[in-house]
């Protein structure tokens, strides 16, 4: 059984702790709260960062 967590915004620690969180297959992001229209920006800056979103992505890559 996975811990279920949310993340409050993808700034600096957000995307810090969304990174540990793909990493670790006990943890699951269950919601990510961000204000501005820049959680495009964030996923976009994981894509190229060669950061895998989720277990799927990075398991094929």
Request: proline share 3%; aromatic share 4%; hydrophobic share 50%.
């Amino acid at each position: 059984m996975s811990t279920i967590i949310a993340i409050n915004g993808l700034g600096r620690i957000g995307r810090a702790i969304l990174k540990l969180v793909i990493d670790e297959p006990a943890l699951e992001v269950a919601a990510v709260n961000q204000e501005s229209p820049s959680a495009f920006f964030a996923r976009q800056s994981f894509v190229l960062t060669g950061t895998a979103l989720d277990r799927s992505e990075k398991a094929s890559a």
